[in-house]
């Protein structure tokens, strides 16, 4: 450990330091924080990113869930709006909600939240660290005074490093990373009760190296919130969330989960983006406002610049066929790349809602300095081309007794048009389900395209989604689904049209509050290029299943455990069936004192990639990790939190992967020679 803290370069120290000092001598000097806890929401992160990408960022929700759990929503005094945030709640039971409190009146008792439809006893009990009845007395009214008083200050700095060296890193002839291979963040959060915010994020990767700014990533907003008619005021980074995601959707965004009711989106509209992601979001300005009972409009102008590779056509100009999302600027390549591509939107979005109905309109046009051109491969020949687009979107929701519908359209101008529409319906107390068709053209076009799909895009898809949650009693509940999805055009390495389908089901029983029992199958099946060598290509059937069973246990109001094992299985066309697993021990030290932590101990033997399996993992605050367990060997982490002082706390993790049977680890740049591959963690958060 010596010798890695020695190799720190003295620049950096000293960067690094000033970045520090000048952060906490701002100017916020504000009133200390209560000593509180963040959230344990492990579980529902785990439940809503069952889908997402390795690489997803996960910040922006566990930010809002930890503000909340600090924060809770005055039930008696809450909107559509603030409990949409609430992941785990479904459209109609945000919907049963109000109509509960319109018929009844304000709640007595959070238990009372039992009488409402459709909401079971897990819902309940998820929601209940994040709301309360009692009101906290939010500052409803700016007065410059008490902004340096009362607001409230959140600063966090992240230190990560692979310790091994990996071969970018090496003094290679060729492509190499010419930064260093530390990555590092500040994030910096102000809060002025719910109406004032303003956050600044900084950001390095592993291989980049400092440029003129000490960051390679910056980001940063002020927000104000219920200034009368502007219901809401961004400037700087923002992100849109409308509608079903078609036209209009940014930031983070979820799939089909294990809880079926969330295949309808929770459009959360305009809100301060405060991620590290740095491809989906807008720069510039956009506010909400009233423009009468019930209707406000959503303007916005955004410019920014975008990582693309660009070359010469025939009359000399710059084009391009893709844009670069990874953010990464490590190699001469990825460098050049940088800011290659500048972006300019502007649009609005119209919204009338009321009661239980809610109509939108979404326009906009975003114009690009270089033009994209048609990629060479047959499957890309739909692909976006020239330098602008116009999208137009309407969606709706309404909600009748016990049943939510939802549904948007959207279409790109000159080229193609995507739908969906879905309800939602509470059979009984104990019965939910969800029905959804989607049909989404092969040359429907928008940058800002997140919904529901099986591929990765909204296009070049027909799909039938159905679902049903059952919960008979307070031990147990029940999910299944089905979702058939069919690709009128062809895909990378699929030759031709293709189907599949998923079938999904999972039973929990809690005998105890303090006992959790989980079983879940999961199977789904695709079409590809067949592996072998023909002299055209025909599809091959890809089957991959997967088997949980998953004990958690809490002895003592000091001690969890958690025990899981995975199987996975593989098989594409008449090859072999692949068989994987994983095991895995949680311990969980939850201490009332200053040291808290937890540590995983895992074994796993997968035969390749295709059988690779995921898991939750925990990690520093605000970060969100999800394993990837492929090969064979052993995993384990360890993470602790020091609270150094009362308003000071300290993370820190250690993270090893030891594989056998292999000589290196990674590929290409990545790639590290031995079998081990570790990496250690330190975060600092001063709340004042």
Known sequence: MSTWVMNLKSDWVMRFSFLIIAFVLSGFITKAQGNTEEANISDILESVAENLPDDYDMNELTVVLTRLKNHPINLNQTNPEELKALVFLSPLQISNFFAYITENGKLTDVLELQSINSFDIKTIQNLLPFVTLNSFGEYEQFRFRDFFKLGESDLVMRFAQTLQKQRGFEDLPGNRYLGSPERIQTRYRYHFGSIISASLTLDKDAGEKFKAKPFDFLSGNISAFKLGSLKKLVVGDYALQFGQGLTLWSGFSFGKGPDVTSIAKKDLGLRPYSS??????????????????????????????LDASQSTDADGNDVQATINQTGLHRTATEIENDNALGQRIYGAVLQYAKNDLTFGAIGYRTTFSNSFITQAATYDQFSFTGNEL????????????????????GKSLNSGFAYTNGVLLSISPTVSASLSYRNYSKDYHSFFNQGIAEASEALNEIGLYTGLNIAPNKHWSFSLYTDYFRFPWLKYRID????????????????????????????????????????????DNVKKEGYRFEVSWQISKNWAFQNRFEVSQYKKGDVSRELGYLIY????????????????????????????????????????????????????????????????????????????????????????????????????????
């Not at 599949?500 to 199958?521: C, D, N």
């Not at 993470?639 to 056998?660: E, H, M, S």
């Not at 049977?661 to 081990?676: R, S």
């Open 585 to 688: 021990q949680d311990i969980n030290y939850l201490a009332l004192s200053k040291l808290s932590g937890n540590i995983r101990l895992a074994y796993f033997n997968t035969p390749s990639y295709n059988s690779r399996i995921y898991a939750y993992e925990d990690d520093v605050l605000y970060n969100f990790a999800f394993g990837m367990y492929s090969g064979k060997g052993y995993r384990s982490y360890l993470n602790l939190r020091y609270r150094l002082a009362k308003k000071l706390d300290v993370w820190t993790r250690y993270a090893i992967f030891i594989y056998g049977n292999t000589e290196t680890v990674g590929t290409y740049l990545d790639e590290i020679q031995g079998n081990k591959k570790s990496e250690i963690k330190i975060q600092l958060r001063y709340r004042f």
């Open 496 to 539: 031709a049209p293709s189907n599949g389908y998923e079938i999904f089901v999972q039973a929990v029983y809690s005998p105890a509050k303090t006992l959790k029992l989980l079983w879940r199958f999961k199977t789904e099946t695709k079409q590809q290029n067949t592996d072998l060598e023909v002299p055209v290509n025909f599809l």
């Open 276 to 305: 590290a992601n740095e491809y989906s979001f807008f720069r510039g300005i956009s506010a909400t406002i009233t423009l009468a009972q019930h209707v406000e409009i959503t303007p916005f102008l955004s410019y920014r610049k």
């Open 390 to 409: 116009t999208n137009l979107g309407v969606y709706y929701n309404y909600t009748f007794k016990n049943v939510y519908l939802f549904g948007e359209a």
